[in-house]
Nanobody
Framework: QVQLVESGGGLVQPGGSLRLSCAASGSIFSLITMAWYRQAPGKQRELVAA???????NYADSVKGRFTISRDNAKKTVYLQMSMLKPEDTAVYYC????????????????WGQGTQVTVSS
């Protein structure tokens, strides 16, 4: 079965950087879309960034210019490089997997990781 395991979360000061990683197994990684979602307490979940199997990307307006999604098909890993972090970036970040349409169009990925906490605070 598909497994997604996130790592790299933690506490960082405003303006700082953090890189999240997600190791995938149980699927043909190179053929699927990967994405990061986040959910803050009391807020709806939000698609942060997605990357198609061919490399096209999609970002939430709130993170454009600050976050970068990338993938390493050989390692079956997707990354989220986060820079210029703000307190409003504080959330649990989830790695997800699915088709491009299911994620970017329907906002409904098929598979989810367990999540990793990112806290931006001084």
């Amino acid at each position: 079965q598909v497994q997604l395991v996130e790592s790299g979360g933690g506490l960082v000061q405003p303006g700082g950087s953090l890189r999240l990683s997600c190791a995938a197994s149980g699927s043909i990684f190179s053929l699927i879309t990967m994405a990061w979602y986040r959910q803050a307490p009391g807020k709806q979940r939000e698609l942060v960034a997605a990357i198609h199997s061919r490399g096209s990307t999609n970002y939430a307006d709130s993170v454009k210019g600050r976050f970068t999604i990338s993938r390493d098909n050989a390692k079956k890993t997707v990354y989220l490089q986060m820079s210029m972090l703000k307190p409003e970036d504080t959330a649990v970040y989830y790695c997800t997997q699915g088709s491009w349409d299911s994620i970017v169009v329907a906002d409904n990925p098929k598979y989810w990781g367990q999540g990793t906490q990112v806290t931006v605070s001084s």
